[in-house]
């Protein structure tokens, strides 16, 4: 098997099994923040690596991993990649509490990772779409680590009922966090984004919350959103 990242010069890869399979996107010069970016339920790090390099900053690195195969009993226990099971999609479906704080772990680590490498926690903006938009919410309010920014596409916040104490050891209280939702959305209700939306601001400060909605938009992402969020990592991550 053929490892596309074992070229790597800095730190080993190996030890982070998330990022040894990773789609990255490195800057066209000196790389001084980092853009993590989680996949949706069934998809894989290419597709987002794709939208990310259509709006890349010369000097961000964009990293997109690949969620394992897991069987999903949302859809009938058919293994694909998914960050962990899905039972339902409404705010009262049971939740995968175990594999939810698992996943959580493994990005923690690429977060790690990245900072042993020479990029501080506060240049790193941790994202995602539908799912991995869920996990990136989940994992930055439970983190000790200060991120740059959050970005949650089309998504919700996991065990959204531990909140707001199950964050009270995160680094993240005053992060700034773009969420962006689909108003025809079939699959995540923008209903749900918005209580996703309210239920955030009783966690970190509530001017730090962006909600923006996209008429027409279902669930996916369109290019005024990609161009929000090109703007919001700018702003975040602006040149050193």
């Given at each position: 098997m053929i490892n596309h990242s074992s070229h790597c010069m800095c730190g080993n890869n190996m030890s982070v099994p998330l990022l040894s399979e990773a789609v990255t996107v490195p800057g066209t010069e000196k790389e001084t923040?980092?853009?993590i970016f989680l996949h949706g339920?069934?998809?894989?790090?290419?597709?987002w690596a794709d939208a990310m390099t259509s709006i890349r900053l010369p000097y961000i690195k964009y990293i997109c991993p690949?969620?394992?195969?897991?069987?999903?009993t949302l859809n009938m226990k058919m293994n694909m990649p998914s960050w962990f099971d899905?039972?339902?999609?409404?705010?009262?479906?049971?939740e995968d509490e175990a594999g939810i704080k698992k996943a959580a772990e493994n990005?923690?680590?690429?977060?790690?990772?990245?900072?042993?490498?020479?990029?501080p926690s506060s240049r790193i903006i941790l994202g995602g779409f539908s799912q991995g938009g869920a996990l990136s919410l989940y994992t930055?309010?439970?983190?000790?680590?200060?991120?740059?920014a959050v970005v949650g596409l089309s998504c919700w916040l996991p065990l959204h009922k531990t909140f707001p104490q199950a964050a009270s050891g995160s680094g993240n209280k005053g992060t700034p966090i773009l969420?962006?939702?689909?108003?025809?959305?079939?699959?995540?209700?923008?209903?749900?984004?918005?209580?996703?939306?309210?239920k955030l601001k009783t966690i970190v400060s509530p001017q730090n919350v962006t909600f923006r909605t996209y008429p027409g938009l279902m669930h996916s992402s369109?290019?005024?959103?990609?161009?929000?969020?090109?703007?919001?990592?700018?702003?975040?991550?602006?040149?050193?």
């Open positions: 923040a980092v853009v339920l069934g998809d894989t790090g290419h597709g690949h969620a394992p195969r897991i069987p999903v899905l039972i339902g999609l409404s705010p009262e479906s049971p990005i923690k680590a690429i977060i790690d990772h990245e900072v042993k490498n020479g990029i930055a309010l439970t983190s000790q680590q200060q991120l740059a969420q962006c939702h689909g108003e025809m959305d079939p699959m995540i209700p923008v209903q749900f984004g918005a209580m996703t939306a309210e369109c290019p005024q959103e990609m161009s929000a969020v090109k703007e919001f990592i700018e702003k975040q991550l602006p040149r050193v």
